[in-house]
């Protein structure tokens, strides 16, 4: 039998899922790994917070003068690396998705926590990492839609197949459990979105509220089209995958010159030059800091044989992941 899905748990239930995949990951990845992901090395914390206050006193910026960055996507799909490399950096002030202060559940509070945050920031650039909140990202940056330093955004994607094996390693069969009731219990009438809808941000914290967000008539009807209920682990990790990556296209975020589109295995192939690419889009000046954690990853990693996804599945994700692609190299920074 499955477990309970994260949001069907009490707060007490929660607490202690979360603290057996803690110990799981660090037993199978090693205490070493777990702290880099969590950000949890003390050392590293006090460096980069001493950082700031030098930069903070050295570089004195009017509060109001911020520029918000956020880093969306699907969980899973290199926001962590692109994070952690920006958070190198002491023009930056990070607000990751386990900062009490600006998220409850991983989820922002509102957005006008995301407002006065900004506002107050004596830093240049103030990240964000609301993953859950990525079908609220054109509105997310519309709130700045008038400053002197218009915010932007970075779709960070992976390829499906490592997508999966990191999810179903980290989270089991989860994924699919989600798209499986998506599909039978369909979409609540104040998440449904046309490409240019944007609908205000819901304060309904019960079940669906950011994994259906955003979701579209038509994406639910591809969504039952591979019967999740059937599907294993992998096929609904990927179908996941799909649904959430096609926010990029059906919210217009293609469209739009203040959204770029970053894949982890471009990180990977090329850390300087990708991050490069992310630092001038973002408004930031390049330090080798910002890649300078990417190479082990890029050294651990081999080249291992597609997974054996549903046929259905494979088809969307195979045209998704060409589309994100295709996205991703004709993306001028300018």
Known sequence: MSAPLPEDRSTLG????????????AREGGIGRLIEEDNLDPRTRAKAALARRAWVKANPVVP???????????????????TSGLDAMPEVEVHNENDKKVFERFQLKSHQV?????????HQVVLFKPI?????????????????????????????????????????????????RIAKEGIRDGDIRGPREVPERSEDT???????????PEVLEAVRSCDPASLDANSGAALFWWARNSLYFTTGLDTRADVMPVSYDQVVADPRGT????????????????????????????HKAPLDLDPRVRTLTDELGARLDAAAADFQVS
Request: proline share 3%.
């Open 14 to 25: 929660r607490a202690k899922a979360r603290l057996g995949r803690h110990v799981q990951w």
């Open 64 to 82: 109001g003068g911020a520029r918000a960055v956020f880093v969306v996507g699907v969980q899973r799909s290199g926001t962590n690396m692109l």
């Open 114 to 122: 995301v407002l006065d945050t900004v506002a107050a920031s004596p």
């Open 132 to 180: 859950c909140d990525s079908h609220d990202t054109d509105k997310l940056l519309d709130l700045f839609g008038g400053a002197a330093n218009p915010a932007r955004a970075l779709w960070a994607y992976r390829a499906v197949d490592d997508r999966v094996r990191s999810a179903v390693t980290k989270f089991g069969d989860i994924n699919q459990q989600v798209m499986a």
């Open 206 to 216: 019960s079940w669906g509220g950011w994994q259906t967000g955003g979701m579209t």
């Open 275 to 302: 991050l490069e690419r992310v630092c001038r889009f973002a408004g930031l000046p390049y330090r080798p800091e910002v890649s300078a954690h990417v190479d082990s990853r890029a050294a651990a990693r081999g």
